[in-house]
């Protein structure tokens, strides 16, 4: 049975499961298989014919699920899939058991383990006073030294965010995806609008936002952020260590 994209984004609860982001990882190459309530991500292993799955912030599987993921192996030659689902901290014991139950074994995380979540509900003044002193007066020297914050969707910050990306990953030494694949992500994502700073509400698409941080008309600092449905995800940033201070 096919599945529109509004129907399908609202059962799920993650940007890695959202309909825009198999949208976008087939532009990358990438086979996107949608069944079950999941999405799984298809690669290929070099110089084989066979592949592996990626099923990342999907829901714990149950036994039919189980199933399905077992089917979409047999159908695409997957020697395995790495099922990493979206569950709190205090459930992870029971819910790794009932895995093991339904034939799962353990392995080694692709994606981040963990993640930490920020109640932004709170006014302003509110969230500055849960701060430690030391984040509150850092924030306090950089708007009296006139950096600014805003959200800037333009062609020229996202350009800037890619030059970023490239000093950072050369400075720290870890790796980063090429700028290609950010493109490619930003084409699919990036082309929602917003007004005066504000995300729009209700919606259930998945987009992509670039916050800077500019000092003396240079941007220095850039997030990417992910909206989808009530939460703001964080997964890409990048600086200059132009003005470290």
Same mark, same amino acid.
């Given at each position: 049975?096919?599945?529109? %994209?509004?129907?399908?984004?609202? %059962?799920?609860?993650?940007?890695?499961?959202?309909?825009?982001? *198999?949208?976008?990882? %087939?532009?990358?190459?990438?086979?996107?298989?949608?069944?079950?309530?999941?999405?799984?991500?298809?690669?290929?292993?070099?110089?084989?014919?066979?592949?592996?799955?990626?099923?990342?912030?999907?829901?714990?599987?149950?036994?039919?699920?189980?199933?399905?993921?077992?089917?979409?192996?047999?159908?695409?030659?997957?020697? =395995?899939?790495?099922?990493?689902?979206?569950i709190e901290m205090q459930d992870l014991g029971f819910k790794i058991e009932d895995l093991?139950?339904?034939?799962?074994?353990?392995?080694?995380?692709?994606?981040?383990? =963990?993640?930490?979540?920020?109640?932004?509900?709170?006014?302003?003044?509110?969230?500055?006073?849960?701060?430690?002193?030391?984040?509150?007066?850092?924030?306090?020297?950089?708007?009296?030294? *006139?950096?600014?914050?805003?959200?800037?969707?333009?062609?020229?910050?996202?350009?800037?965010?890619?030059?970023?990306?490239?000093?950072?990953?050369?400075?720290q030494g870890f790796y980063a995806h090429s700028p290609r694949y950010h493109s490619t992500?930003?084409?699919?994502?990036?082309?929602?609008?917003?007004?005066?700073?504000?995300?729009?509400?209700?919606?259930?698409?998945?987009?992509?936002?670039?916050?800077?941080?500019? =000092? %003396? *008309?240079?941007?220095?600092?850039?997030?990417?952020?992910?909206?989808?449905?009530?939460?703001?995800?964080?997964? =890409?940033?990048?600086?200059?260590?132009?003005?470290?201070?």
């Amino acid at each position: 049975m096919n599945t529109s %994209q509004g129907e399908w984004n609202k %059962q799920v609860e993650h940007p890695m499961q959202s309909w825009e982001w *198999g949208e976008f990882r %087939q532009l990358t190459g990438i086979k996107v298989v949608r069944e079950g309530g999941l999405q799984v991500t298809i690669h290929k292993i070099p110089h084989t014919t066979l592949c592996v799955g990626y099923c990342p912030k999907g829901p714990m599987p149950d036994k039919d699920q189980a199933q399905v993921l077992k089917k979409i192996a047999r159908e695409n030659n997957c020697i =395995y899939i790495k099922v990493e689902p979206k569950i709190e901290m205090q459930d992870l014991g029971f819910k790794i058991e009932d895995l093991r139950k339904l034939g799962f074994m353990s392995g080694r995380p692709l994606f981040t383990k =963990y993640n930490f979540v920020l109640d932004v509900r709170p006014t302003e003044a509110e969230l500055l006073a849960s701060f430690k002193q030391k984040t509150r007066y850092n924030i306090k020297v950089a708007q009296k030294n *006139g950096v600014t914050v805003e959200i800037d969707n333009s062609d020229a910050a996202f350009e800037r965010y890619l030059e970023l990306t490239q000093e950072t990953t050369k400075r720290q030494g870890f790796y980063a995806h090429s700028p290609r694949y950010h493109s490619t992500m930003w084409s699919v994502l990036g082309n929602s609008q917003i007004t005066n700073n504000k995300f729009q509400t209700g919606d259930n698409k998945l987009s992509a936002h670039l916050l800077v941080a500019t =000092y %003396q *008309g240079q941007i220095i600092t850039t997030w990417i952020l992910f909206k989808f449905k009530d939460t703001l995800y964080y997964p =890409y940033g990048a600086s200059t260590r132009d003005h470290p201070t």
